[in-house]
Every structure is written in structure tokens, then in C-alpha cells.
């Protein structure tokens, strides 16, 4: 536990140490992103899907299953949280890429590619971090998946071409695979869902509640954040070079996206608190409408458009851009709790 908590605190450290030494490893070793991507579960390398599976499973190992009903009850939550994802966040990352990358298609496209695709995986940790509500992320996390296979496509061909349409801008017709994306939710959150659940249902019954919350989950804690260290050395070392090469594209990018990340995460934190949601209902809803699954988008993109496309490289800035922001609004979150709440933590 000593050791975890070194870790937690010191966590903006250790992100940007990772970030760091993935591009540089992408830049300055030969063939790392051929070997790292040589083999692949879908569109997403392996490497980095063990790192997600490895960040997740902790995460859902500590939710109380029994709880999730009374969180599907709260209608104040699911009701902001579904017109905040699904409502709001594709229109306003289709009105920044607009706004901001009126004469660049290809990013631009990327960039509504990645608005599309509420996050599935790393929410979980940022929750986590910012002393959220397990039970409510994990309601909301599988909701978003079951919507994200139904939808994605049908949200893809309407702000991609549908909508252009009607406001007189250039449009595109685009088709993805419902199976990819089924795909991509059972492998990173089916698979740890399944064995979070197991983990604790078995651990109770064997050892009982107290040796579970008391004594193994504080050694398994520690590994969602090794597991999210490793996930962004890996990603970042991927697509090194393609960061690297064109840092003006970056910064193009990086300015819609910060914008939506701090209006997302701002505006659902002041519903939640406006709605009477109490600390860990609110910072759950921040971050679930706030992060997203670049995974998705990065593994769409290339299938649909090419692995060196700009379409691609948008949604692999993302995480460039999101990691820092959502590691740096734990803290804020954090703030809030004290300020706002009135906790004594």
C-alpha cells in the first residue's frame, strides 16, 4: 500500500515519464512499431490490450455488484449522463472540429470520429483516482457499450454526411463494421467485467468481505495503475514518429480537444452538483462525459480510412492530449470535493 500510494501521488510524475519515454522509444529505436504491432486483437495491438486488460481488471474487481441496481434507479445520473454522452458530446466535438479545422477534411474527420466514441477502459481508472463512484462508472461504462455497438455506425453516417448536408458543407459516405466494434467492447470490458466479477464473488464466498476489501484488494490495486503506465509507454512508442514528425498537426488537433475535454467534464460537473448528485455520483458523470474510447476511433479510422491517414493520426494524438488533461482534473475533482461537498478527505 506504501507503495501505491507513492504511486497515486505522485501519478502526474509518472504519466508524463511515460509519455515521454514511448515517443521517445517510438523515435529512436528501429522497427519498435513493427514489432509492437505485429500482432493485433482486431485493429489494436496486443501489447496495448494487455495493458488495458491489466488496468481494468483491479478497477472492476473492487465494484460491488449487488449495489448496481440501486444506480440503475437514479434517473438524475442515467438521464444526464445519456444526453451528455450521446447527445451532447458528438455535437460539440462536430462543432469544434468545424470550427477549428474548417479546411483540413481529414482530421477534422478524425477528430468527430473520436466524439463518437465515449470512453470504455481508462474512464474506469480516472473514476477510480478521483474517488468516484465504482458502481455507478460501471453501470454507466456498460450502457455506453451496449449504445456504442447499436449506434456508432448510425451517429458515424449522420455527422459525417447527414448532417454536413443539411448545413451545406462538404459530407462523406463512410461504413463501418458493427462486428469490430462488438468486438473491441467484449475484448475491453467483457473480459475484465467477467473476471472482476468472478474475482470478487469467489473471494467473498472463500474468505468472506472483510479479507477481500481489506486484505487482497489493496495488493491488486496497485496493478491498474501499472497497467495504465505500461498502456501509455506502449501506445505512446506505437505512434512515436507520427507524433513526433509533425508537431504543428499536433498542436491543430490539440486545441479543439482541450477545449472539449474541459467543457465536457466542466459542464457535467456543475449538472451533477445543480441536479443534487452527491461527490462520487457527480465526478463519475464528469468523467464519463469527458473521456473516450480513442481505441475505437484509432481502430475505425484505420480500417476504414488507412493506417497512415490523418484520420487515424487525430485519434492518436487523443491520448496525448486526454492523459495529461484527465490526470490533471483528478486533482481538480479532488479540490472540488473539499470545496464543494464539504468532505472532511
Do not use: H
Amino acid at each position: 500500500m506504501k507503495r501505491y500510494q507513492v504511486l497515486d501521488r505522485l501519478l502526474p510524475l509518472w504519466i508524463l515519464l511515460a509519455m515521454a519515454a514511448g515517443l521517445l522509444l517510438g523515435r529512436v529505436v528501429p522497427n519498435l512499431q513493427e514489432v509492437l504491432g505485429a500482432v493485433t486483437v482486431g485493429q489494436t495491438s496486443v501489447p496495448i490490450a494487455l495493458g488495458l486488460l491489466m488496468m481494468l481488471y483491479p478497477v472492476l474487481a473492487k465494484v460491488r455488484y449487488g449495489e448496481l441496481g440501486v444506480v440503475l434507479r437514479d434517473r438524475r445520473l442515467l438521464t444526464l449522463a445519456l444526453v451528455l454522452v450521446w447527445g451532447l458530446g458528438p455535437l460539440l466535438m462536430f462543432g469544434l472540429a468545424w470550427w477549428f479545422l474548417p479546411d483540413q477534411p481529414a482530421l477534422r474527420t478524425g477528430l468527430i470520429m473520436i466524439g463518437l466514441a465515449p470512453c470504455i477502459a481508462m474512464v474506469l481508472i480516472w473514476i477510480d483516482l478521483a474517488q468516484g463512484d465504482r458502481e455507478a462508472a460501471a453501470v454507466l461504462v456498460a450502457i455506453n457499450s451496449i449504445l456504442q455497438v447499436l449506434l456508432y455506425a448510425l451517429l458515424g453516417g449522420f455527422y459525417l454526411q447527414i448532417l454536413p448536408g443539411w448545413l451545406g458543407l462538404d459530407s462523406q459516405l463512410v461504413t463501418f463494421s458493427m462486428g469490430e466494434i462488438a468486438k473491441a467492447v467484449v475484448i475491453f470490458l467483457g473480459i475484465p467485467l467477467a473476471a472482476g466479477f468472478l474475482t470478487r464473488r469467489i473471494g467473498v464466498r472463500s474468505k468472506g468481505i472483510r479479507w477481500y476489501e481489506q486484505t487482497f484488494l489493496p495488493k491488486l490495486s496497485p496493478w491498474a495503475l501499472y497497467g495504465l503506465l505500461f498502456t501509455v509507454v506502449v501506445m505512446f512508442a506505437l505512434q512515436g514518429k507520427a507524433i513526433t514528425s509533425d508537431p504543428l498537426q499536433v498542436a491543430v488537433v490539440a486545441i479543439p480537444l482541450v477545449l472539449y475535454f474541459l467543457i465536457m467534464w466542466g459542464l457535467a460537473f456543475v449538472l451533477g452538483r445543480f441536479f443534487g448528485l452527491d461527490y462520487p455520483r457527480t465526478t463519475t458523470l464528469a468523467f464519463t462525459a469527458a473521456g473516450n474510447n480513442f481505441e475505437l476511433a484509432i481502430a475505425v479510422s484505420i480500417s476504414v480510412w488507412g493506417a497512415s491517414s490523418q484520420q487515424a493520426l487525430a485519434g492518436v494524438i487523443g491520448p496525448l492530449i486526454e492523459v495529461p488533461i484527465l490526470v490533471g482534473l483528478v486533482y481538480v475533482s479532488l479540490a472540488f470535493k473539499r470545496w464543494l461537498f464539504r468532505s472532511p478527505n
